[in-house]
């Protein structure tokens, strides 16, 4: 079992920043892939990043490259992962979710098996 917790979430004008954290509880955080999805009102749940257990293997969507960096500390009692966002766009607007998945297909929300509850992200323009 891993419990999940988002924060960092915010109003932010467009150009700025913001820091997604996502802090996990489970005695196996450190052997899942986590992953960030967003959603947008009246749309689908999508793909946004994701890191490999080890932190090694990094994976983002086309719309975020280059803008967006994930992350993760599996050090024991501090098991994070994090979203840095810079250069926010209107478009970013969402609700941000964090994810675990034991598997390996990381751009799939139907195949992450534990989920937060959800931070909101507002960039005006």
């Known amino acids: 079992q891993v419990q999940l917790v988002e924060s960092g979430g915010g109003l932010v004008q467009a150009g700025g920043s913001l820091r997604l954290s996502c802090a996990a509880s489970?005695?196996?955080?450190?052997?899942?892939?986590m992953g960030w999805f967003r959603q947008a009102p009246g749309k689908e749940r999508d793909f946004v990043a994701a890191?490999?257990?080890?932190?090694?293997?990094?994976?983002?969507a086309d719309s975020v490259k280059g803008r967006f960096t994930i992350s993760r500390d599996n050090a024991k009692n501090t098991e994070t992962v994090y979203l840095q966002m810079n250069s926010l766009k209107p478009e970013d607007t969402a609700v941000y979710y964090c994810?675990?998945?034991?598997?390996?297909?990381?751009?799939?929300?139907?195949?992450?098996?534990?989920w937060g509850q959800g931070t909101q992200v507002t960039v005006s323009s």
């Open positions: 890191i490999g257990w080890s932190g090694g293997s990094l994976y983002y």
């Open positions: 994810a675990a998945s034991a598997g390996v297909v990381v751009r799939t929300a139907r195949r992450y098996d534990y």
């Open positions: 489970g005695r196996t955080f450190s052997t899942y892939t």
